[in-house]
Structure formats: structure tokens, C-alpha cells
């Protein structure tokens, strides 16, 4: 069993940064394919970033890409999303997931709100 905890969510002006965390509690963590999601008020939830095991893999969404750094810390069960370039449409409830593979999503945090004024 995972359990995860997001924080570093907040209020940011467009243009500007956030970093996520999100804390990984089990010894399988390292071991783990971890993500990050968001889901907007009235949208479905979507994927943003993923990260493999050792880091040496990263997917992210077209939407996010050039902007957003997806990365972990094995020593510390951390796993990491710089935001850069905020634009008002990331505004987002945004979720840390992890699994077993690869881009699974078998354990999810509870959410952290990340809102980017105009």
C-alpha cells in the first residue's frame, strides 16, 4: 500500500511558478511509475506528467510541454512537478498518482488546488 500527499499548491499571477511535491510513504516507492494529473471545475480529469522508476523517463502532455518538469527523489519518496509559464487554463485541482508500471495509476494523492490569475 502507497499512500500519497500532494502539497505546493496556491495562487500564482499567469506568467509565473509553482513546484508540486508529493510525498510517498512504502518501501516500494522507488520502484514505482509516478504521475501527475489535474482536473479542472466541470472537466475530466487528465493526464499531465510521468515519470519512471529511475527518472530516466518522462511523458508529459502536449499541453504542458516545454513548461512543466515532471522528476523524483527516490532517497526522499518525493516526487516533483515544476510549473513554469503558468497560463490562467492550468488552474486545476492537480493529483499525484503512482503504480506498479509505468503511467499506472493504482494509488492517488487527495489533491492539491493550484489556481493562475490573470
Known amino acids: 500500500q502507497v499512500q500519497l500527499v500532494e502539497s505546493g499548491g496556491g495562487l500564482v499571477q499567469a506568467g509565473g511558478s509553482l513546484r508540486l511535491s508529493c510525498a510517498a510513504s512504502?518501501?516500494?516507492?522507488?520502484?514505482?511509475?509516478m504521475g501527475w494529473f489535474r482536473q479542472a471545475p466541470g472537466k475530466e480529469r487528465e493526464f499531465v506528467a510521468a515519470?519512471?522508476?529511475?527518472?530516466?523517463?518522462?511523458d508529459y502532455a502536449d499541453f504542458v510541454k516545454g513548461r512543466f518538469t515532471i522528476s523524483r527523489d527516490n532517497a526522499k519518496n518525493t516526487v516533483y512537478l515544476q510549473m513554469n509559464s503558468l497560463k490562467v487554463e492550468d488552474t486545476a485541482v492537480y493529483y499525484c498518482?503512482?503504480?506498479?508500471?509505468?503511467?499506472?495509476?493504482?494509488?492517488w494523492g487527495q489533491g492539491t488546488q493550484v489556481t493562475v490569475s490573470s
Open positions: 515519470i519512471n522508476w529511475s527518472g530516466s523517463k518522462t
Open positions: 512504502g518501501r516500494t516507492f522507488s520502484s514505482y511509475g
Open positions: 498518482a503512482g503504480g506498479s508500471g509505468y503511467r499506472r495509476a493504482d494509488y
